[in-house]
Nanobody, 124 residues
Framework: QVQLVESGGGLVQAGGSLRLSCTASGRTASSYAMGWFRQAPGKERELVAATSWNARSTSYSDSVKGRFAISEDNASNTVYLQIISLTPEDTANYYC?????????????????WGQGTQVAVAS
């Protein structure tokens, strides 16, 4: 079993920045995918960033390229999502998830462990 715990969300002004954290505990392999998703009210869940753990390979959705950065810290089993230049359209619940197949990090279906989410609200 794997447990994922997110933190770092909150209310920020447009143009501000945030860093979200997700710490994994439990049984993990040496190679897997970690993704950050977001879901706004009335919208589908969107994969915004993903990384192949230990491979330093990352992917981003077109809607966040240039403003979101995913990174990992092996020592603490933590994946981060740095967000800059926030807009009200970034308002959503943000989730991290773990998937078994590191090379398939862009496939939504591989993610089988999820955190509880952290809320990000951006005021205009």
């Amino acid at each position: 079993q794997v447990q994922l715990v997110e933190s770092g969300g909150g209310l920020v002004q447009a143009g501000g920045s945030l860093r979200l954290s997700c710490t994994a505990s439990g049984r993990t392999a040496s190679s897997y995918a970690m993704g950050w998703f977001r879901q706004a009210p009335g919208k589908e869940r969107e994969l915004v960033a993903a990384t192949s753990w230990n491979a330093r390979s990352t992917s981003y959705s077109d809607s966040v390229k240039g403003r979101f950065a995913i990174s990992e810290d092996n020592a603490s089993n933590t994946v981060y999502l740095q967000i800059i230049s926030l807009t009200p359209e970034d308002t959503a619940n943000y989730y991290c998830a773990k998937g078994e197949f590191s090379t398939r990090r862009e496939e939504l279906g591989i993610y089988d462990y999820w955190g509880q989410g952290t809320q990000v609200a951006v005021a205009s």
